[in-house]
Structure formats: structure tokens, C-alpha cells
């Protein structure tokens, strides 16, 4: 059973301050989204909201189509998983997968059964009685899915699951919690602040900032499309490079060392786009080609120093030093950069996007 997780206008104050600022949002069946934004941005205190665990203040909330304002959180069938385990230590694996089906009226083959079936899903069926003391920290992540999963809950809940995790746990997490989505086809709100979690796992994300939606799309769409220059940063890493430029003449014109960008090879220009308008310019550090001696073929090129170069394995990532400022541009791997190295790049004019400098709003 799935549900689907409507937000009409809901919004959250606390006395004269309000964190959270009339969203509308709809979560469909099996739908896994992800809400992801800096800390303070209101995400926690949305997913709370759904859960029952903070008042409403306004607004209207649906779990498979039912008003659940004032529900208790134990009558909105969703299960959440917390950023701390909150497992027992004192009970073994088995206990603490079945711990919330102690007080339901199901018969004790049945919960057994259930307790059996979800440590199978997780691949936790060879530890059902250990305590939690003698597991990994990715194995008690699991434990704390699996005491959610046992209820068979119409959503799942996950509140920065994965942060107390090292990077190589977090990674497998990831890939174990977007397995078991697939497998389970539940629907799925999921908060953090890392926008890598954010990219490989969601169907869908919510980009918010001060207890706002600024964008909601799929990741690839967020990615390549960002609405604002907030969400251009936040998404993708390195985060996406911006750099301030006029219009000019019908063209871009990014100052010195840099060549201009005719308005006609800019995709999606707006045609009263007016002469001397401030704007600024993103291009990912990803699209940016390292040109050759007397290479001249692309419409933007982009003329530094380097500042640090960051080997990355498979690439590397160098720092430049721009008469405009800093940008951060892909180069190969096989070629050595020091400090103080002169080099050029080049991009292509449909990786171009332009920002609006005063509104920080998409133009293209």
C-alpha cells in the first residue's frame, strides 16, 4: 500500500517567527523525493510536519487524500528514520526490528514472520541476534530501516539518515536505500543537506531556502536548468561557476580576457533583452573544454592562471584566477599544473546560463 503526500499551503511559526512559508508541494504514490537545502531552511521542520511531530500552523496537509492535521503521528501509518539510530542497545536485532509490533494485535507467527522477511530484504537475517553493539555503523543504520519497514507503513520518513555515516558508508547506504525503494516501490520523503544523496537518490528534488521552494524537478533538470542562481550553486560539484557580465551590443560581454557571446548563440534569450543590463554568467566547471595553443573555435573562451590544482584520479579540478574574479574548470588528468600556469578554456554556448544580477532569477 502507498499513499500520496499532499502540502497545500502549510506553513510553521513559532510565536511572531515563521520558518516555514506557505508551500505547496505533492508527493505522488512510490514517488521518492528528496527535500535538500542548508541547514535552517525548514526541510526537518517540513518532514516533522507530515510526520505529526510539529503542529501545523497553517495550510492543509493529505496522506492518501485523507486531512491529517490533527492526527496523531501513530494514526498516519508513515514510518520515519532518524539521523541518530535510536536503537536499543539491550535488545538484539530481531527484538529491535519488531520492537513497533509488540502492541498490535497481530498474531506471534505473523510478526515473526515479518521480522524474518524485512532482515532478509536488508540483509540482516545472519545478525538477528546480535545486540547493536556488535554491528557496523551501516548495519544499525539498517536495523533502524527495518523496525520502520515491519509496520508496512504507506510512507517512509528519513530525516538525514545517513549523516552520522563515513563517506564509504554513506555511499553504500545510498545505494542499499535506492535498492530497497526499488524494491518496495513505497513512497519516500527524504531530507538532507548533501546534495550528492540528493542527485543519486531522488525521483524528484525540493530545493528550499528560508523556509521557501525555490525549484522542484528532476535531479538532471535542477542540474542543468537551475531557476536561480541559489540553486545553481547548491546543485552539482564543484558547485557551478558565476561570473558577472553586460549586455552590450547584442552580445555577452565578460570583460577582459574573455571573449563576448553573440545574444543569438545564447539559447532561450528573451528577445527585448535591453542593452547595458547587468547580468551574471554560469557555466559549470564540467563544461569547460581546455584549449589547445591558438585554439579559437568555441564561442566563450576563458583566459587564467592557475591558483591550486586539485587532482581528482580520473580529472582534475583547477582553481583560476580571473581578472573577474575565480573560476573552477575540468582539465585532464595526464597533464601537470603548477601555480602560475597561464591557460585558456573554452565553452560551448548552450552550456551558458544568464542570471538576472538584481532578481538572481534565469533569464534563458
Same mark, same amino acid.
Given at each position: 500500500m502507498m499513499a500520496?503526500?499532499?502540502? !497545500? ?15 505547496d508541494l505533492t508527493?505522488e504514490?512510490?514517488?521518492f523525493?528528496?527535500?535538500v ?9 517540513t ?7 510539529e503542529?501545523i500552523?497553517?495550510?492543509t496537509l ?11 503521528p ?7 528514520? $532518524?539521523? #541518530?539510530? %535510536?536503537?536499543y542497545?539491550?535488545l538484539?536485532?530481531?527484538? #529491535? ?5 509488540y /502492541?498490535?494485535?497481530? =498474531?506471534?507467527a505473523?510478526k515473526?514472520a ?9 540483509s540482516?537475517? =545472519?545478525y538477528?541476534?546480535?545486540r547493536? %553493539?556488535?554491528?557496523s ?11 520502520a519497514?515491519?509496520r508496512?507503513?504507506?510512507?517512509f520518513?528519513?530525516? !538525514?539518515p545517513l ?14 536505500i535506492?535498492?530497497l525503494?526499488? /524494491? ?6 527524504f531530507?538532507t543537506?548533501d546534495?550528492v544523496?540528493?542527485? &543519486? ?8 531556502r528560508?523556509? /521557501?521552494?525555490?525549484?522542484v524537478?528532476?535531479?538532471? !533538470?535542477?542540474?542543468n536548468? =537551475? ?6 550553486r ?6 557551478? #561557476?558565476?561570473? !558577472?557580465?553586460?549586455?552590450d551590443?547584442g ?12 545574444l &543569438?548563440?545564447? =539559447?532561450?534569450?528573451p528577445?527585448?533583452?535591453?542593452t547595458? /543590463?547587468s ?9 569547460l573544454?581546455l584549449l589547445?595553443?591558438?585554439?579559437d573555435?568555441?564561442p566563450i573562451?576563458i ?7 586539485? @587532482?581528482?584520479?580520473?580529472?582534475? $579540478? ?6 573577474q ?6 582539465? @585532464?588528468?595526464s597533464? +601537470? ?6 591557460? +585558456?578554456?573554452? %565553452?560551448?554556448a548552450d552550456c551558458?546560463r544568464l $542570471?538576472?544580477?538584481e532578481?538572481?532569477?534565469l533569464?534563458n
Amino acid at each position: 500500500m502507498m499513499a500520496r503526500i499532499e502540502l !497545500e499551503k502549510i506553513a510553521k511559526r513559532y510565536g511572531s517567527i515563521r520558518t516555514v512559508h506557505d508551500i505547496d508541494l505533492t508527493v505522488e504514490d512510490g514517488e521518492f523525493v528528496v527535500l535538500v537545502g542548508p541547514s535552517g531552511c525548514g526541510k526537518s521542520t517540513t518532514l516533522r510536519m507530515i510526520a505529526g511531530l510539529e503542529a501545523i500552523s497553517g495550510g492543509t496537509l493529505r496522506i492518501g487524500g485523507q486531512v491529517v492535521n490533527d492526527h496523531e503521528p501513530k494514526h498516519r501509518n508513515i514510518a520515519m528514520v $532518524f539521523q #541518530n539510530y %535510536a536503537i536499543y542497545p539491550h535488545l538484539t536485532v530481531a527484538q #529491535n526490528i519488531g520492537f513497533g509490533l509488540y /502492541r498490535s494485535k497481530l =498474531p506471534k507467527a505473523e510478526k515473526q514472520a515479518r521480522i524474518r522477511e524485512t532482515a532478509r530484504i536488508l540483509s540482516l537475517d =545472519p545478525y538477528l541476534e546480535r545486540r547493536p %553493539a556488535a554491528l557496523s555503523g551501516g548495519q544499525r543504520q539498517r536495523v533502524a530501516i527495518g523496525r520502520a519497514m515491519v509496520r508496512d507503513p504507506v510512507a517512509f520518513l528519513f530525516d !538525514e539518515p545517513l549523516s552520522n555515516l563515513d563517506a564509504q558508508l554513506r555511499g553504500q547506504m545510498r545505494l542499499e536505500i535506492k535498492q530497497l525503494h526499488q /524494491r518496495l516501490g513505497t513512497t519516500i520523503v527524504f531530507v538532507t543537506h548533501d546534495q550528492v544523496e540528493a542527485m &543519486s537518490l531522488a525521483d524528484r528534488i525540493v530545493v528550499m531556502r528560508e523556509g /521557501r521552494i525555490l525549484q522542484v524537478g528532476a535531479p538532471m !533538470e535542477l542540474y542543468n536548468r =537551475p531557476a536561480d542562481i541559489f540553486t545553481a550553486r547548491f546543485i552539482g560539484t564543484p558547485e557551478m #561557476n558565476m561570473i !558577472e557580465a553586460t549586455i552590450d551590443g547584442g552580445q555577452v560581454n565578460l570583460g577582459a580576457n574573455a571573449a563576448s557571446v553573440r545574444l &543569438s548563440k545564447v =539559447p532561450g534569450l528573451p528577445s527585448d533583452i535591453g542593452t547595458g /543590463r547587468s547580468i551574471v554568467l554560469g557555466v559549470r566547471p564540467q563544461e569547460l573544454t581546455l584549449l589547445a595553443d591558438g585554439q579559437d573555435n568555441f564561442p566563450i573562451r576563458i583566459a587564467g592562471t592557475v591558483r591550486v590544482a586539485e @587532482p581528482h584520479g580520473s580529472e582534475t $579540478f583547477l582553481l583560476l584566477d580571473l581578472p573577474q574574479g575565480h573560476v573552477v574548470a575540468r582539465a @585532464p588528468s595526464s597533464i +601537470a599544473f603548477k601555480p602560475g600556469d597561464a591557460v +585558456a578554456f573554452g %565553452a560551448e554556448a548552450d552550456c551558458l546560463r544568464l $542570471f538576472d544580477k538584481e532578481t538572481e532569477k534565469l533569464i534563458n
